[in-house]
């Protein structure tokens, strides 16, 4: 059965089911929800229905559809499920898209795509991740195919900050909401993956932020870069901010993860002098504030060096 792998989603799966069964599925829908909670993968499921046909049974194609390729960029292995988001395909827009999806990639990836009917299905599924990262111009650019696409061609914009896309974006999708997952649902698959289960209650719902809890190497680079960051406040100059800044995760995920658990460590601090010293108690929380300061700037889609940098700056001065 269709969409049977997602969990703790029903009504998201099921306002699909409908869409498909009734055979009135929109031309542009717009998966919004926490991080990790099974957009992509419901995304993925709809695809194999769109492009294969809700009652075909073609496992071959199914599975080329979910098997992603090895090299870069790290794409669905079937043409006529393409992926978007900021940075996928470096080596076709090059290295512009440091702060989010470019018009480059707009017009390379999609528009010169999305006017040719699929190559070998029944439907042309665009999935664009992180969509609320399109920049003004990427946004712009696709507006017009978004509205008036090919009868065969679909789009699934994912999203976990959806008030950050345009009005026009918005007015052009169909919401499908997803929401946090229940602790039980995250634990099950904490359990599936080899790991503690009792991670889940400190995921928010998020499967993704479980898995990324429980990995040890990021436990160590979250720890790594928290020491990192001390040193470079109690540093004589701002060498290691920059180095800092130079060394930090790639993945936005990873570097969300190694600031809240730097405000965390900040937060213990606090409890730790709030009785017996409580000016140094007051400076640790200062910090803390600095650091949600960052993360804030972070979602924003500030430059990532740049949030470090100036985040060590506002820390040595506190």
């Known amino acids: 059965m269709a ?18 069964e009734s055979g009135r599925v929109h031309h542009a829908y717009r998966f919004e929800g926490p991080e990790g909670v099974g957009k992509e993968l419901c995304a993925l499921e709809f695809a194999k229905e769109l492009v294969c046909g809700f009652e075909v049974p073609a496992e071959v194609t199914r599975r080329r559809i979910e098997t992603f390729a090895d090299e870069e960029p790290r794409v669905p292995q079937h043409p006529d499920v393409v992926f978007v988001q900021r940075g996928l395909y470096g080596k076709l827009v090059g290295s512009g898209e440091a702060t989010g999806i470019s018009v ?27 969509a609320d990262e399109l920049t003004l111009s990427a946004a712009n650019a696709l507006l017009k195919t978004l509205e008036e696409p090919s009868a065969s ?3 699934i914009l994912l999203t976990s900050r959806p008030r950050r896309l345009l009005d026009t974006i918005l007015s052009r999708t169909l919401a499908v909401r997803f929401g946090p997952l229940p602790d039980a649902i995250v634990a ?3 359990t599936r993956n080899g790991s503690d289960p009792g991670i889940a ?23 790594r870069f928290v020491e990192q960051t001390l040193d470079a406040v109690a540093a004589p100059d ?18 969300r993860d190694c600031l809240e ?4 460590r900040f937060v213990d ?3 730790r002098y709030v009785a017996v010293a409580p000016q140094r108690a007051r400076r640790e929380a200062a910090c803390h504030q600095v650091v949600m300061n960052a993360l804030a700037d972070l979602e924003r889609n500030a430059q990532p060096a740049l949030v470090i940098e100036t985040m060590v700056l506002r820390l040595r001065a506190t």
Do not use: M
């Open 104 to 130: 480059e990639q707009i017009r390379r990836v999609v528009l010169t795509r999305a006017g040719y009917p699929p190559h070998e299905g029944r439907a042309l599924v665009f999935i664009v991740r992180d």
């Open 238 to 255: 701002l060498v290691p901010a920059l180095a800092l800044a130079e060394s930090r995760p790639p993945d936005r995920s990873e570097l």
């Open 188 to 190: 099950e698959i904490l």
């Open 201 to 223: 209650a400190l995921a928010g719902g998020s499967a993704a932020r479980a898995l990324r809890l429980a990995d040890e190497q990021l436990v160590q680079s979250r720890q």
């Open 261 to 264: 658990y730097l405000a965390s």
């Open 3 to 20: 969409f049977e792998n997602i969990l703790g989603q029903e009504p998201a799966v099921q306002t699909l089911r409908h869409a498909l």
């Open 153 to 155: 061609t679909h789009f």
């Open 269 to 271: 601090e606090v409890r």
